[in-house]
């Protein structure tokens, strides 16, 4: 149950993507023709001092590619990480915005973006930088900072910052939508675009699902014999509070709780509470990237408390970091989800840089 309808991004955008149908063919030709420029140098590429790595996606929307740029930056830790994003919906204009040093943070969510900030408050030893130009935080990052590589978060089709390793990651139950390039779909380039990839990961798979990926892994790869194709998925592994403490999910699973998110896609956040062998009495959805209000959040406990009696709230940690300095009658907890990619991907990845290491001075 949720006091807001449950609609996925693709769902909101259908009526647009019928009117920009007509238009789809240019706009595909024209992202066509920009990556063959960048290919044939005729665009100018940066090439770091360091080994870059790109998370991104073909399609709109969200594929999971903040949790697997966090995944990365633990596994490649030694090589002194550095993460660089668009820092999209955050307020910060400075030309490179430093959302952590890797010391601390300096920027809120406000400021530097939702994902951003969970990223720097969940990597706490690793550098996070927003940018429209990325290319410059990039430099920031290598230059000032001390990087020894750079996590490229969502960098796909930002195609001014060369990259040694290209990650492209496809949801499993919604793949590439209703295979049209946008306007008239959800690709943000067509098909062949993925040609430049190194590597594809199906994200979100489940017992549910398997055999929907099995059969994508294989059409991916009839398509692109040379590129291959890992699966990731996501399982609950606590509960965290205010203060950070981590919390197995017995102290809650016999006790009456609300949930509450800001996502585009909820249904895997319900999914998530119930592998964790919780039960909500009521999940409230919100938009994506939506902000909270401290008589909002009290307003949704009070009610909750009188209706069901509620000891706690359950959110994500996306949207917890937003709700520092609130003070709720009810504690709130913040489910942590795990990446569990596939054997062989980690060894993938490491055996890639250490074939793009560059020659130290």
């Known amino acids: 149950m949720s006091r807001t309808k449950d609609k996925g991004q693709d769902l909101r955008l259908n009526p647009l993507f019928t009117i920009g149908r007509p238009f789809a063919p240019f706009y595909s030709a024209a992202m066509a023709m920009r ?3 960048y290919q ?7 090439r770091l001092a360091v080994p870059v790595v790109s998370v991104g996606n073909l ?3 969200g594929t999971g590619k903040t949790p697997m740029v966090i995944y990365l930056a633990r596994l490649l830790a030694a090589n002194r990480v550095a993460i660089v994003s668009r820092g999209y919906g955050g307020k ?3 030309k490179v915005n430093v959302v952590s040093d890797g010391r601390r943070v300096l920027l809120d969510a406000r400021q530097a973006g939702d994902e951003p900030h969970l990223m720097a408050t969940l990597l706490p030893d690793v550098p996070v930088l927003t940018a429209k130009k990325r290319v410059l935080a990039g430099y920031y990052g290598v230059e000032k900072l001390g990087a020894g590589l750079v996590l490229l978060d969502d960098g796909f089709q930002h195609l001014t910052l060369a990259r040694d390793l290209d990650i492209v990651l496809f949801k499993v139950d919604s793949f590439l939508g209703n295979n049209r390039v946008f306007p008239g779909g959800e690709m943000r380039e067509p098909l062949s675009a993925l040609g430049r990839a190194h590597c594809f990961v199906l994200t979100f798979v489940d017992e549910e699902n398997r055999k929907k ?13 040379r590129i291959p194709v890992f699966f990731s998925s996501y399982q609950p592994a606590c509960l965290v509070d205010a203060q950070g403490m981590e919390h197995d999910f017995s102290g809650l699973a016999q006790q009456p709780i609300s949930a509450f998110c800001g996502l585009a896609q909820p249904a895997y956040f319900k999914k998530s509470l119930s592998q964790a062998g919780l039960t909500a009495c ?20 009070a009610a909750d408390q009188e209706r069901y009696g509620i000891t706690a709230l359950v959110t994500t940690e996306k949207d917890m970091v937003k709700l520092r300095g609130f003070a709720t009658a009810v504690p709130v907890f913040a489910l942590r989800m795990e990446v569990v990619m596939e054997e062989g991907f980690d060894d993938f990845v490491r055996r890639r840089l250490a074939v793009a290491e560059r020659p130290q001075p």
């Open 92 to 94: 910060a204009k400075g």
């Open 59 to 61: 399609t709109l929307g």
């Open 40 to 46: 044939r140098g005729v665009f100018n590429r940066h």
């Open 282 to 301: 009521q999940i409230t959805t919100y938009p994506d990237h939506h902000r909270y209000r401290p008589r909002h959040l009290e307003a949704l406990i």
């Open 35 to 37: 990556a063959a420029l």
């Open 213 to 225: 990926a099995e059969a994508l892994r294989r059409a991916l790869v009839d398509r692109f014999p």
